[in-house]
């Protein structure tokens, strides 16, 4: 992996041509002392020293609102996919949401290809900068494989604790991306301080469990008292899985303009803790029950897409425990009431 040296200085000058340019590019900037990601007016904008975003960046290749076809009403022939058509370029993912991505990845890759995805995918750059502060809640170092960010990665930025990053060049598309940056190959003593650097801040909260293990864990536990406890305060809201940087549930809804000249068919995120999302003919819900939702999604997060993808459907961000108002959805909270709830019945 080719490894190069950069000022912050110059990552900023670098990124002030790229604002000013035809590519449309995102970064981390500070919202009333929190930070999310949003579209770059200015490189001085650019925070690389955030702990965790209000958000992830998968919005910008799932948006919650995708439009996918446009049609004229009355007019089988109108109808047109829609495809996304800016080039784009997302600065400041962490190792963790990288991973997401990756997952994202296979997901809309899985048996069919989803074509509105991937072209979106395939006009983004990513680039990836390893954590400068811990997060509150983060345990990415318990569900994510340290190769799985590189899945997804075009390159990554390590700070080195001065004033300089060292870029790990990790696609084609990530060399090109810096190959008209002041950066330059990286020293030897660099690229080793680098290696040290990537895991300098460590994770907050650590799972008791290993990840390879979780599934074997969740076995037999789909009535265990823990999911009705939960469910009793859940208020079904969705918080949990909208902050998700794993998720893909959707919904497809059509939008018709007033004059009924143009009509337009979108997918909108959605969410297996919300009541209506297992509605199904008839207006059979199969999942009634907030504790029945809560179990759905944390198997899915530990178990299904693990067993289904080969990665985690949670990557240990800790947003969902910042989101959720009672504080319920928190994946270690709840595999500690499991192994708490085991102990004690043995």
Not at 23 to 44: E, Q, T
Not at 243 to 248: A, D, G, K
Not at 251 to 263: I, R, T, V
Not at 317 to 334: E, L, Q, S
Request: charged content about 30%; some cysteine; aromatic content about 10%.
């Amino acid at each position: 992996m080719e490894l190069l040296q950069i000022s912050k200085k110059e990552l900023l000058e670098f990124v002030g041509t790229l604002v000013s340019g035809p590519l449309d590019v995102f970064g981390v900037v500070a919202h009333d002392g929190r930070f999310a990601y949003d579209k770059l007016d200015s490189a001085a904008n650019l925070r690389l020293d955030f702990d965790e975003t209000l958000y992830s960046p998968k919005q910008y290749l799932f948006p919650p609102k995708d439009p996918v076809l446009s049609y004229t009403p009355g007019d089988a022939a109108s109808c047109a996919p829609v495809y996304a058509e800016k080039d784009q370029a997302i600065i400041g993912v962490h190792p963790g949401d990288m991973a997401a991505i990756a997952m994202l990845d296979k997901a809309f890759t899985e048996n069919k290809i989803d074509a509105h995805y991937c072209t979106r995918r395939e006009k983004t750059t990513l680039v990836g900068i390893y954590p400068t502060k811990p997060g509150k809640y983060r345990f990415t170092s318990s569900m994510i494989k340290p190769e799985e960010p590189y899945l997804a990665a075009d390159a990554f930025l390590i700070d080195m604790g001065d004033d300089s990053y060292t870029i790990e060049i990790v696609t084609d598309r990530g060399k090109e991306f810096f190959s008209a940056s002041a950066a330059k190959p990286a020293t030897a003593d660099g690229k080793a301080k680098a290696e040290k650097m990537k895991t300098a801040v460590k994770d907050t909260v650590t799972l008791k469990i290993k990840r390879e293990d979780l599934p074997p864990f969740l076995d037999g536990k789909e009535r265990h008292p823990v999911w009705e406890t939960r469910g009793a305060k859940c208020f079904s809201c969705g918080s949990c899985v909208t902050v998700c940087p794993t998720c893909y549930c959707f919904d497809m809804l059509d939008e018709l303009d007033l004059s009924f000249d143009y009509g337009l068919r979108f997918r909108t995120w959605d969410a297996c803790v919300l009541e209506p999302f297992a509605v199904c003919a008839g207006g059979h819900n199969f999942r009634t029950k907030a504790a029945d939702r809560i179990r759905h999604r944390l198997y899915r997060k530990q178990k299904y897409l693990l067993e289904k993808l080969g990665l985690a459907g949670c990557v240990g961000c800790g947003r969902c425990k910042t989101a959720c108002v009672p504080d319920i959805a928190f994946p270690p909270d709840i595999d500690d009431d499991l192994l708490r709830k085991e102990a004690h019945h043995v």
